[in-house]
């Protein structure tokens, strides 16, 4: 099975600033998927952003973009202009098209944002 | 929107208790999910379904079973909970396979298990 590492368990950041949030993967297939999910407090997991991993352009939303190196099989969140909202628990996901279609998480990384 | 809707959000049972966690997705999907979620530990998958009457163990499926006798309902079952089994509980659903397959994954509210 694939494996996704988040090895940063907690991260802050001042409000306004820019903060990069860390994942690695393990696999040995060429074509995948790779997402960042948040859930708030309320616990509801709200999709962020998603990659697909034959696109070499980096994906972005808004204020959300990712580094996709896949040689180094890192794909890492960058969140500019913090807001108090962004305070949540990211993870990082990756789904195979391959392996009945399931997604596999890394841990989380716990993100506080000080006003 | 495609809504997943865990009947349960927070639940409170004794040591030995027959537990149900419920789950209804309204857009048609196929594959259905339980996640469980610890600090720490991140999301592991206890139970995956493809089709009605369909199921597979995911990593963690020991003390726990589960029911797909309709498509848009998958149910969790704890046979007999024990207090390592106090966790949050996420059910999930994906689009069909035939669509993008770069598709999210759509989460329910999640449960808030405790055995006491």
């Known amino acids: 099975a694939q494996t996704v590492t988040q090895s940063q368990p907690e991260m802050s950041v001042q409000e306004a600033e820019t903060v990069t949030l860390s994942c690695t993967y393990d696999?040995?297939?060429?074509?995948?998927?790779l997402f960042w999910y948040k859930q708030p407090p309320s616990r509801q997991m709200i999709l962020v952003i998603r990659?697909?991993?034959?696109?070499?352009q980096n994906a972005t939303e808004n204020r959300f973009s990712v580094n996709f190196q896949k040689a180094a099989k890192s794909f890492s969140l960058k969140i500019s202009d913090s807001q108090l909202g962004d305070a949540a628990m990211y993870f990082c996901?990756?789904?195979?098209?391959?392996?009945?279609?399931?997604?596999?998480f890394g841990t989380g990384t716990s993100l506080t944002v000080i006003p | 929107d495609v809504k997943v809707t865990q009947s349960s959000r927070y639940l409170v049972k004794r040591t030995g208790e027959k537990v149900f966690l419920e789950c209804v997705q309204d857009?048609?999907?196929?594959?259905m999910f339980w996640y469980r979620q610890d600090p720490g530990l991140g999301l592991r998958l206890i139970y995956f379904?493809?089709?009605?009457?369909?199921?597979e163990k995911g990593d963690i499926p020991e003390g726990y079973s589960v029911s797909r006798e309709k498509k848009e309902r998958f149910s969790l079952i704890l046979e007999s909970a024990s207090t390592n089994q106090t966790s949050m509980y996420l059910c999930?659903?994906?689009?069909?396979?035939?669509?993008?397959?770069?598709?999210?994954?759509?989460f329910g509210e999640g449960s808030w298990l405790t055995v006491v």
């Open positions: 996901a990756y789904r195979s098209p391959n392996t009945g279609n399931q997604f596999y």
């Open positions: 696999t040995s297939e060429s074509d995948y998927y």
């Open positions: 990659q697909e991993a034959y696109k070499q």
């Open positions: 857009m048609d999907h196929e594959n």
């Open positions: 379904s493809y089709d009605v009457k369909m199921k």
């Open positions: 999930a659903s994906i689009p069909p396979t035939g669509e993008t397959s770069g598709n999210t994954i759509y």
